[in-house]
């Protein structure tokens, strides 16, 4: 038994650590421990930092993307609603003169030959920008896609202001360029020097995302050819007797189809260019001057335009809108 | 010997460091207090480049069939929507752009100068007001400044767009606007 406990005593010393081990077996010290911790802190500071910085830039992304999209939806908005307003869609002209004189779209207005309502739309040229750009916009733009309105403002009600001049306002700032802005004026006719057309396919791109393409319509007239311009000039007589008063009447003109029936599956509306003062309505039939929606015959004062109308909901002038009975 | 080596600070030696603690204290809480006032004239132009969002959204929506319009009034620090009859927002709150942003000592200055803004039907800026026929070109600018730091917000309102940017003082004319 003593034997036992003598050889278990010598077992137990044997497996014990010496003296020398435990001495090197000690733990870090606290200098160690603090490097350990300070080393470590850099490390995931540096990774959480990364981390955070990389959320911040994807999330700002996705919100200057947001703001492209909804920015180019209220533009491409506009110009549909402007569209609305016009009498036609002008291409370039040619040499340009003016600002609105290479501009891809121009919507010119209703019974406006003068040009001075017209509302057209350009990219900036950051190189070479036009004049009359207000001084505010300088340094307003780093390298970014910008789309110029031209024309006149806007009252409170929604109607241009006609006593305002012609200003430049930026409509649009997309993310870097390039962007592009591309018109195609469709039914087209040729007078002069330039192109017009009452449609019009627009692409707008911005950046290297997908382009928005959309199409511009001025209110038209059924069946619409593309060749119900004409270009009024005064005659010799009327220049000297000075009655060619109709100035709007001298260049350009929307000429009405001889005679127009109204679909009954649809409301029928029929524009005309110049105030209803430069017209004369009759009802042909009684030759009284009335307007009736069975029969409607609507003549230029001055002559040159008669078309008879049938069934015609709203007669829509520059100045008014009338819808017979 | 051995309590000569662990002699405590001298005086000298305790007023320098607190006073380099002092400076770097000064130092830090002065940039703090500016950084703060700066993030809260960005609040204030946040808040009121919202209130706008939200003034066009409702002329689009409810001036389209009425051709009425949205008409506010930008008046010291507050935004509120003017009392004319043909004014689709008149029932919206006001907006204390003082109170929302927290900051100290808010000025709001605008140029050209005008305190109304009105959105049409089609959701842009008109160039004249419902209460005030006087045409006011655009853009405008609405500069948020405060008394603690030089740097100054800008609100750019154009025709369809609304840009939040800043510039380093009012003798820097021009605004730096934040990427689109």
């Given amino acids: 038994m003593k034997t036992s406990f003598c050889r278990l005593l010598a077992l137990m010393k044997a497996s014990s650590p010496s003296r020398r081990t435990v001495a090197m077996q000690h733990g870090f010290t606290l200098v160690e421990l603090l490097m350990a911790v300070a080393l470590g802190s850099v490390v995931l500071a540096s990774l959480g930092g990364f981390l955070l910085v990389s959320e911040l830039r994807v999330s700002a992304k996705i919100q200057r993307n947001l703001a492209s999209k909804d920015a180019a939806t209220r533009a491409i908005h506009l110009m549909r609603e402007e569209a609305l307003l016009s009498s036609y869609i002008r291409g370039p002209v040619v040499p340009a003169s003016d600002f609105c004189d290479d501009a891809p779209l ?178 042909q039939r009684s030759g009284s001057a009335s307007c009736t929606y069975a029969q409607c015959y609507v003549e230029e004062r001055r002559g040159g335009l008669g078309v008879q109308l049938s069934f015609v909901d709203a007669l829509v002038f520059t100045d008014k809108e009338i819808r017979p009975r | 010997m051995r309590s000569r080596s662990r002699q405590a600070f001298t005086l000298f030696e305790l007023m320098v460091a607190v006073a380099v603690i002092g400076i770097i204290s000064s130092w830090v809480f002065r940039s703090t207090y500016t950084y703060l006032q700066e993030q809260h004239l960005r609040q204030a132009a946040n808040e009121f480049v919202s209130y706008l969002l939200t003034a066009r959204a409702r002329a689009l929506r409810e001036g389209s069939l009425s051709g009425r319009a949205c008409e506010l009034q930008l008046i010291a620090t507050t935004v509120a929507p003017t009392t004319h009859p043909e004014n689709v927002c008149k029932d919206s709150p006001r907006l204390d752009l003082l109170a929302v942003s927290g900051g100290d000592h808010l000025q709001i200055t605008s140029m050209p100068e005008s305190s109304l803004i009105t959105f049409n039907r089609l959701g842009v800026v008109a160039s004249s ?42 003798r820097t004319e021009l605004c730096t606007y934040d990427e689109n």
């Fill in chain 2, 129 to 170: 007001n419902l209460s005030n026929s006087n045409i006011v070109p655009l853009p405008r600018i609405f500069y948020f400044s405060n008394s603690a730091t030089q740097v100054q917000q800008c609100v750019l309102v154009d025709l369809s767009s609304l840009r939040i940017g800043w510039r380093n003082s009012p």
């Fill in chain 1, 106 to 283: 121009a919507y010119v207005q209703r019974g406006d030959p003068t040009g001075k309502l017209t509302i057209c739309y350009k990219l900036l040229d950051s190189k070479n920008p036009p004049s009359d750009l207000p001084d505010i916009y300088q340094n307003a733009f780093d390298g970014q896609c910008v789309l110029l309105r031209k024309g006149p403002s806007y009252k409170p009600n929604g109607d241009l202001d006609t006593s305002s001049d012609s200003v430049i306002q930026v409509l649009l700032v997309g993310p870097a360029q390039p962007c592009t802005f591309t018109v195609a004026l469709t039914s087209t006719i040729t007078l002069g020097a330039a192109t017009y057309s009452r449609n019009a396919d627009i692409q707008l791109k911005l950046d290297s995302s997908k382009p928005y393409s959309f199409s511009a319509r001025v209110p038209s007239n059924p069946a619409y050819d593309g060749n119900d311009f004409y270009q009024y000039t005064c005659s010799s007589e009327e220049s000297q007797a000075g009655s060619c008063s109709y100035a709007d009447l001298a260049v350009l003109h929307l000429k009405q189809a001889k005679d127009y029936v109204g679909a009954t599956s649809k409301e029928n509306i029929v524009y005309f260019d110049n105030p209803a003062s430069a017209y004369t309505l009759l009802d």
